[in-house]
């Protein structure tokens, strides 16, 4: 077992467990500090470099296109990090402040979950992973410091390490071969392996070290798997309805607008945690009034998180308005990608009791409602 690198900061830490290190089954990652800048592993960058990625930024990663939608590939996701909870009210803070139930996750079951305001609003949602008695956060890397301060906020004398692992633990995607796939597995299974692999339906979302991403990779690209970019994980996210927030989204819609109550990611028994109320009042005296919903549109430019959304078959949307409050016909854009001229887009927008929409964007381009492949 390894020693912790950073006992200064940990002074009351017990050496070699999990109050100072987290060990994701045989591999010690240190505990770095608090304050830790989200930035991606060089060593992990540079292998990716060598693999012919054009690491535009830290959060998008490119490859060479390639045609051949029948084989396997991989992706390195750095626009996704992870957030580590350690040591021994970790569940307990957790349960207190996500609407997932920590109760229901094991080491070889996942969860979606949400982290909400007072309000019921969510700041982020994110996929949540215990191993041992660690569970790690994978969320967008834009909101990671504010999920962590928000969390911190309630840490208190509570034996709880919040640790951005950014620059430990690399996020990866696999889009297997169909004879790895097998139907009958739940959605955000795991596979407690080195890499954790969690199922996402056809695809699985791994996270490693980035030594045993590095091994991994170069093992699948010797058996034909196609490095792909991560703009095309982005693409199957929001065609697989995966709700991912951006600070353009933060706050802006409580978990049911984002059908996490579809996707197992809201307990309405678990208990008292921040926004139940709001969250729970809108279960139990009528569903949610708005959802979110798979739209695909013709349009040259890309709608950015936040973009407003008028709905033709409603009066008086013809025209924005200043606030989403006040915007009541409208919807609004949640994700948006694009692939061969054609751009999906995930979309909150309120649930019509005739099933009629005639949505479009500000530009006039107009929006056709697509099938999610779970039911709202």
């Not at 078959?313 to 919807?331: I, V, Y």
Request: glycine content about 6%.
């Amino acid at each position: 077992m390894g020693r912790c690198m950073d006992q200064a900061l940990h002074a009351n830490a017990r050496p070699g467990t999990a109050d100072c290190c987290l060990c994701l089954k045989g591999d010690i990652i240190p505990a770095h500090s608090r304050t830790v800048t989200i930035i991606m592993n060089p060593i992990w960058k540079n292998f990716l470099r060598s693999e012919q990625a054009d690491v535009e930024t830290d959060a998008q990663i490119s490859f060479p296109a390639n045609a051949d939608g029948h084989k396997p590939r991989i992706y390195a996701l750095a626009h996704l990090a992870v957030l580590t909870i350690s040591g021994n009210d970790a569940a307990n803070l957790l349960q207190g402040q996500i609407s997932c139930n920590i109760r229901d996750l094991s080491e070889t079951q996942s969860s979606l979950g949400a982290l909400c305001n007072p309000k019921g609003r969510a700041i982020a949602t994110f996929l949540l992973i215990k191993t041992d008695d660690i569970f790690l956060m994978v969320l967008p890397v834009e909101l990671l410091a504010t999920v962590k301060k928000r969390l911190g906020m309630y840490i208190l004398r509570s034996d709880v390490l919040l640790t951005d692992s950014s620059d430990s633990l690399c996020v990866l995607g696999w889009k297997p071969p169909s004879a790895q796939l097998s139907d009958d597995e739940a959605l955000f299974s795991t596979l407690p392996q080195v890499p954790l692999s969690i199922n996402l339906g056809q695809r699985r979302l791994l996270v490693a070290r980035p030594e045993t991403a590095i091994a991994w990779w170069t093992e699948q690209t010797r058996h034909g798997c196609l490095a792909t970019s991560s703009a095309q994980w982005r693409y199957l996210d929001i065609i697989a309805g995966l709700p991912w927030l951006t600070t353009a989204t933060s706050e802006a819609f409580i978990p049911q607008m984002l059908n996490l109550d579809k996707l197992g990611g809201i307990s309405f028994t678990k208990g008292c945690y921040t926004g139940q109320e709001i969250i729970a009042r809108t279960h139990y005296l009528g569903k949610a009034k708005r959802a979110m919903f798979l739209a695909e549109c013709q349009t040259p430019e890309m709608p950015a998180p936040n973009t407003v959304i008028f709905d033709d078959s409603l009066p008086d949307s013809s025209q924005p308005a200043e606030t989403p409050e006040q915007d009541q016909a409208a919807g609004r854009v949640l994700l948006a990608a694009q692939q061969d001229g054609i751009c999906k887009m995930l979309i909150v927008i309120p649930i019509s009791e005739t099933g009629t929409y005639q949505l479009k964007l500000a530009d006039q381009h107009k929006l056709a409602l697509l099938a999610l492949p779970y039911s709202i």
